[in-house]
Nanobody, 116 residues
Framework: QVQVVESGGGSVPAGGSLRLTCAVSGQSFSSYDMGWFRRPPGKERELVARARSHGASPSYTDSVKGRFTISRDDAKKTLYLQMDNLKPEDTAIYYC?????????WGQGTQVTVSS
């Protein structure tokens, strides 16, 4: 069973930074396609960024390009999301996702709140 645990959320003013961390259990982390999703208040969950397995280039939703950076450390089985120049519209619950062999694994989420 793969377990996914996020940490690093919090409250910051607009323009601030946060770094989210996602720790993943399991033997095959380097083969997992990883991603960060978020659910803004009253809205559907949306993809923020992906870091696919085996060195594929990361991808981002347009609203975070140039401000967020996704990275992974396969040796530590950890996924990161560096969020800079945060905006109030980035306020959401952020979820880490691991996809492997047609199975999705989700963490419990971590709250990010950006004040104007």
């Amino acid at each position: 069973q793969v377990q996914v645990v996020e940490s690093g959320g919090g409250s910051v003013p607009a323009g601030g930074s946060l770094r989210l961390t996602c720790a993943v259990s399991g033997q095959s982390f380097s083969s997992y396609d990883m991603g960060w999703f978020r659910r803004p208040p009253g809205k559907e969950r949306e993809l923020v960024a992906r870091a696919r397995s085996h060195g594929a280039s990361p991808s981002y939703t347009d609203s975070v390009k140039g401000r967020f950076t996704i990275s992974r450390d396969d040796a530590k089985k950890t996924l990161y999301l560096q969020m800079d120049n945060l905006k109030p519209e980035d306020t959401a619950i952020y979820y880490c996702n691991a996809y492997f062999r047609q199975n999705d694994y989700w963490g419990q989420g971590t709250q990010v709140t950006v004040s104007s």
